[in-house]
């Protein structure tokens, strides 16, 4: 199932989008273009190549206020504003004007798209010092390169300024670009990071993925990559597709119940030598969910201490006994930005560094069975279609843990009582997994169901 790329992008409404890097920054412009509502206004920090024109449904050269100005009236379509053509190419816009196009935008709610790079029609580049030349008012930028350069030789020919390139992957001139370097280049603050606008959100568009080799190898990067970038698109922009949107994904672990039925706190027993609840934090921590979680109530104390030495966030739920509901918001408030946009403070890069996640996985802490490979499914399943809702399916019964996606992240805070996540899957399209391991239906309300489980679980 390929997604759109307006909506991989997850761009708010009205959006600023600046484009760098290499292997598509074009295609990648206009092809969001002409997903999204007219008008769409497309600019350039730098030159254009006059073929490019032909693109657009409109062209105006804004070389004077005046012919700025004529923006404002009979807008359809896709209009690009540059500068005046000069030989083969176009002029960059003005700042002045830039900004003054920016202000029209924005009161008119209207798309922003700015290509702010060029590279020569090469796969892969970098930068130099007056590079890339990104808007300091950009709400997001699309940092592209072309899969098309790995494995080829660090040269000229498939790569725009080597020997710059060369100094930040550590390869030499000539030796093969391998998804370490191009890694290690797009991850760089002299690199990919490079004029990035503190308040902008950080987008890696891996390009021409045209191959089932080049997907597994831009799937081999993603971990790194999402340790400073917010999200990582995989696509084969010519043919129009999006195979996949890398986000992080949290992990809530539903730790704050009293174990009425039970007896005893069910967090807090044994599972191979280990309580529950740190077994299955452990699960989601090792499968890669960030941030992890860990909601706690009855019995905090205890709990909490359970898992205090790991890297978690706990968040205490004191109206635990209102039901499950409390504690799912408790989670959902937990990873709410301290901003709009969905950051922390800046690193010392000045990079803002808390991402708004791309979804939630929930964890019941009476489940320590849970495996890091069903985690990891969801997930991979999310990242194909950014699902609303991702859920194992089990001999036709619907199974925990269940995948939330950010989109429906308002409707899980409105849940009230102890029915947990399922009271809004009627409003969500759900994306069932299916699922061959029964121990996902097992969950422990009974000291009968505890002994049950054991003796599956080898306790």
């Known amino acids: 199932m390929s997604i759109l790329l307006a909506r991989a992008l997850r761009l708010s ?57 004529s923006v404002e009236h009979g807008l359809k379509g896709i209009v690009l504003v540059t500068g005046a053509l000069d030989g083969n190419r176009t002029r960059p816009i003005a700042e002045s004007m830039l900004d003054r196009l920016h202000q029209f935008c924005g009161y008119h709610s209207i798309p922003l798209l700015i290509e702010a790079d060029g590279s020569r029609q090469k796969p892969l580049k970098a930068w130099s010092d007056h590079e890339p030349p990104i808007p300091e008012f950009s709400d997001a930028v699309a940092q592209v390169a072309g899969l098309s350069g790995l494995d080829k030789p660090l040269t000229d020919e498939y790569v725009h300024r080597a020997e710059i390139f060369s100094g930040l992957c550590g390869l030499e001139i000539g030796e093969t670009v391998t998804t370490g370097a191009l890694a290690r280049v797009l991850t760089d603050p002299r690199g990919g990071l490079k ?46 597709i999006v195979h996949a949107v890398h986000e992080s994904i949290a992990g809530i672990v539903l730790a704050a119940g009293e174990s009425s039925r039970f007896g005893e706190p069910k967090q807090l027993l044994d599972w191979k030598g280990q309580s529950f609840v740190r077994a299955v934090t452990q699960t989601a921590l090792k499968a890669g969910l960030s941030p ?63 991402p708004v996640v791309g979804g939630a996985v929930f964890l019941l802490a009476d489940q320590p069975q849970i495996t890091i ?24 019964r619907r ?61």
């Open 195 to 240: 004029n990035v606008p503190a308040r902008a959100r950080r987008i890696l568009l891996l390009n021409q993925a045209d191959s089932a080799e080049r997907q597994a190898a831009a799937l081999a990067m993603t971990s790194s990559l999402l340790r400073v970038h917010h999200s990582v698109i995989i696509a084969s922009l010519k043919d129009g």
């Open 399 to 459: 199974a925990n843990p269940v995948l939330f996606d950010r989109a429906v992240f308002p409707d899980l805070l409105t849940i009230e009582g102890d029915v947990g996540g399922r009271a809004i899957f009627h409003k969500h399209r759900v994306e069932y997994l299916p699922w061959h391991d029964d121990r996902l239906l097992l969950d422990v309300d009974t000291p009968e169901q505890y002994r049950r489980l054991a003796s599956n679980g080898d306790v």
């Open 13 to 69: 409404s009205p959006s600023c989008v600046a484009f760098t890097g290499a292997g598509g920054k074009t295609t990648a412009m206009f092809l969001l273009a002409r997903q999204m509502q007219p008008p769409v206004i497309v600019t350039a920090t730098t030159h254009l190549g006059a073929w490019q024109v032909e693109f657009a449904d409109q062209h105006v050269v804004a070389d004077s206020l005046a012919a700025l100005e």
């Open 292 to 354: 992890v979680v860990v909601v706690t109530g009855a019995n905090a104390e205890e709990v909490e201490a359970a898992v205090n030495d790991l890297d978690v966030i706990v968040a205490r739920n004191e109206e635990w006994q209102s039901g499950q509901g409390s504690s799912i918001r408790a989670g959902v408030l937990s990873l709410t930005p301290t901003s709009t946009l969905g950051f922390d403070s800046p690193d010392e890069h000045g990079l803002l560094q808390r």
């Open 373 to 396: 490979s069903i985690i990891q499914a969801l997930m991979e399943k999310h990242a194909e279609g950014l699902h609303p809702i991702v859920a194992p399916m089990v001999m036709d």
